[in-house]
């Protein structure tokens, strides 16, 4: 028997649940900046985790970066603490293997439930949660190990075929994109004064293709900078510039020259926009991480079944879950949604000068027959109004839905779904009696189907008092309804292909097809 057929890779998937880590974290802010008034907002962004493999466990590490908007003690005004600190995630599973290139993941972390209490006047508790993504995949190699003596002709092994998918990801180092705001397109003129409060950037990923280089992603980052102008009675005000960028990350090396290629999908983070005032206007440097996966479909060939014709022969079985991708695909959806002013303790005078949204993690997935793909969820939007005087925080939630159809083949094997969601710009106005809120939506997602296989995992062959009949001895075998030729075969420890070549049978792939004994009343041994 070959060492192709004793051995053989395989892709198994080692986590399938969204793994949580919680934070909290006290700080104490800097010098320069006043004491905390009131609070009007807190969020954070989790940078994409790095993975350290090691004593059977792996560790995802990662920043998290909280942005507190906040008045000030002393006169009102409005500020914005950046605060940086670190999260990470121990698993454990005894099947991890110890060489990172092993596995694959889309490294995906978000914040949630992110929140600010003020225990001092300069001094914060911030506590969060930081939801990573499921998706780890390990390759690993099968051995059918075979104990005792058998000759090649005597051994007879039964090999299938399952299908088995790929899959490469990477993530990049950070990339910088820069770009200027002038004066005039900030509504500046040269005399004025003015400070930056806060600043910040969403990713959209507007392509994503395999090229020679590896995976290509174009999109731009949504540039938010809060600011106001020095001097009495200014109010704040936000500005919004796209930056674009184009990078290609070294991707699908790892995947078998054979295997074909379903799609390929990507996200992107943006942890750090800094927006510096300058005699000119405002000089943006928006800091980007980018991580994309590519997905593959193949075949593995592994042994199902196995006898001697001499010796007594006895096996030991194992069974195996394989994915394989059905679709993997990046898109994008539009969110709009309203709200009653009075809903919300505001009214139509006011003006916003902030609005936020973030996507709430739990994200539902549906498969509709004719392969129609939906995943829906919530939007949490976070809006700062002003009336001219005072500043009034809003939040309230929107559905969000997203729908595609399926290219691949859906068909009743169990399907796994991953999805990797994030707001990449939002809009908000005030239209008559209500608000009024645009989202774009940043969507990647991959679709598995998963199946489980049996297959020989040992071979221990023993001495046997069997022997075969004379050859002058004609054997009848009169097969039943549910026999194959490789059940004749290895109940009589014969060769199938003898059996086949007496009885004119005609041709199948396999011994162990359902047709292989077609029509066969009775076969001659």
């Not at 990078?247 to 943006?270: H, N």
């Not at 593959?296 to 879950?321: N, P, Q, V």
Request: proline share 5%.
């Amino acid at each position: 028997m070959s060492d192709n057929n004793k051995r053989f890779s395989y892709t198994s998937r080692l986590f399938d649940r969204a793994q949580t880590c919680e934070l909290s974290d006290d700080f104490t802010l800097p010098d320069y900046m006043p004491a905390v008034g009131r609070v009007l907002s807190c969020s954070a962004v989790a940078g994409t985790p790095t993975l350290y493999l090691g004593g059977g466990s792996a560790e995802y590490a990662g920043g998290i970066r909280y942005s507190v908007l906040y008045e000030s003690a002393e006169d009102s005004s409005l500020w914005c603490a950046e605060l940086p600190s670190e999260y990470d995630l121990l698993l454990s599973d005894n099947a991890l293997p110890k060489d990172p290139s092993a596995l694959s993941y889309l490294p995906d972390a978000s914040a949630e439930n992110v929140s600010a209490r003020v225990t001092a006047p300069r001094k914060l508790t911030l506590k969060s949660r930081v939801r990573l993504s499921p998706e780890l995949r390990a390759y690993s190699d099968a051995e059918t190990l075979i104990h005792g003596d058998s000759g090649n002709d005597d051994l007879k092994v039964l090999t299938a075929r399952a299908d088995c998918g790929y899959y490469s990801s990477v993530s990049n180092s950070p990339i910088t994109c820069k770009d200027r705001l002038t004066r005039a397109e900030a509504g500046l003129s040269a005399s004025d004064e003015f400070r930056i409060i806060s600043s910040r950037g969403d990713v959209m990923i507007s392509h994503v293709q395999l090229s020679d280089g590896g995976a290509l992603c174009r999109g731009e980052v949504c540039a938010h900078i809060l600011l106001t102008r020095e001097g009495e009675g200014e109010r704040p005000r936000k500005m919004v510039r796209k930056i674009p960028f184009a990078e290609t990350l070294p991707i699908g090396s790892t995947l078998p020259d054979k295997a074909q290629i379903v799609g390929i999908r990507a996200i992107g983070v943006c942890p750090a926009l800094t927006a510096a005032a300058t005699e000119d206007g405002i000089d943006l440097e928006a800091t980007v991480m980018l991580s994309a996966e590519a997905a593959a479909a193949g075949e593995i060939a592994y042994i199902k079944d196995a006898y001697s014709k001499t010796s007594d022969c006895e096996s030991s079985r194992r069974k195996l879950t394989l994915p394989s991708p059905v679709a993997c695909w990046c898109g994008n959806a539009t969110v709009s949604s309203s709200k009653p002013l009075t809903d919300l303790s505001l009214d139509s005078g006011m003006r916003l000068c902030d609005i936020r949204a973030t996507l709430l993690p739990e994200i539902k997935t549906e498969i509709s027959e004719g392969g129609r793909f939906t995943a829906s969820g919530k939007i949490k939007f976070s809006a700062i109004a002003d009336n001219g005087a005072e500043l009034i925080p809003a939040e309230f939630d929107a559905d969000m839905k997203y729908t595609a159809d399926i290219r691949g083949n859906v068909d009743d094997l169990p399907l796994v779904t991953s999805v990797s969601a994030a707001v990449a710009e939002v809009k908000g106005r005030i239209d008559s009696d209500r608000i009024v809120c645009d989202c774009e939506l940043y969507i990647s997602c991959l679709i598995d189907k998963e199946q489980e296989i049996d297959s020989i995992g040992e071979i221990n062959l023993t001495p046997s008092a069997f022997s075969q009949p004379d050859a002058s001895h004609i054997r009848v075998c009169y097969p039943s309804a549910n026999e194959t030729l490789w059940d004749i075969a290895k109940r009589y420890r014969t060769d199938a292909n003898l059996i086949a070549e007496k009885n004119a049978l005609e041709p199948t792939p396999s011994p162990d097809s359902s047709d292989s004994l077609s029509n066969a009343r009775y076969l001659i041994i």
